[in-house]
């Protein structure tokens, strides 16, 4: 109420409320991955993937970087990070495509 009231505003800061989705298959998971980790390419804020500092890909693929997390739920779903780093990779297309025709689909 404060922000809103000292900005001028309404509704949320963040406008929208939190979304969550369940994530119920293994294909689902691995394809959740790749889209987060292609957002910054896909978005033109990132020419490479492993350049994006707010990123954990680089701690998915070397063990290292400014966003350590748990990605062994994500990797154990490939023989090894290179299959890994390749799917991502494959998906820009894909995902790229998907996000320009955003504009046509229906909720």
Known sequence: MFFNKKYDSV???FQDRFKQVLVDDN???KWLSCYIHQNPK????AKRLEDYRWSSYGYYLKGMGDIPCESQIILDQFKDKNEYERFVDES???IKDNKDMGHLLID
């Open 11 to 13: 509704g949320h800061v």
């Open 27 to 29: 294909e689902y998971l």
């Open 42 to 45: 896909v978005g033109g804020i």
């Open 92 to 94: 820009y297309n894909i």
